[in-house]
């Protein structure tokens, strides 16, 4: 059974800092990990993501901003720096088998940055 617990989030003024953390249970490294945000009224929408070999894909929004990165252990985390009000939403950590329908979802976390 595949497991994910998220971590970081909160309230911070712009061009803050926030990381959020995700740890994994029950894949394996073979997995694709992201993270994803919806803000209030919007769609879900991938912020970045890594594979299993390193390679990563960040929302134009958030290049040069946001880093994101893996360890051994199923963790994957993103650093958010350069924080802006328009990145306020909730934050999901997900995990994603590519070309099978092995795709799962955090509970989510609340990131909101004051003007």
């Known amino acids: 059974q595949v497991q994910l617990v998220e971590s970081g989030g909160g309230l911070v003024q712009s061009g803050g800092s926030l990381r959020l953390s995700c740890a994994a249970s029950g894949i394996f490294r073979l997995y694709t990990m992201g993270w994803y945000r919806q803000a209030p009224g919007k769609q879900r929408e991938l912020v970045a993501s890594?594979?299993?070999?390193?390679?990563t894909i960040y929302a134009d929004s958030v290049k040069g901003r946001f880093t994101i990165s893996r360890d051994k252990t199923s963790a994957v985390a993103l650093q958010m720096d350069s924080l802006k009000p328009e990145d306020t939403a909730v934050y999901y950590c997900?995990?994603?088998?590519?070309?099978?329908?092995?795709?799962?979802w955090g509970q989510g976390t609340q990131v909101t940055v004051s003007s």
């Open positions: 997900n995990v994603r088998l590519p070309s099978t329908p092995n795709n799962y």
């Open positions: 890594i594979t299993a070999f390193g390679t």
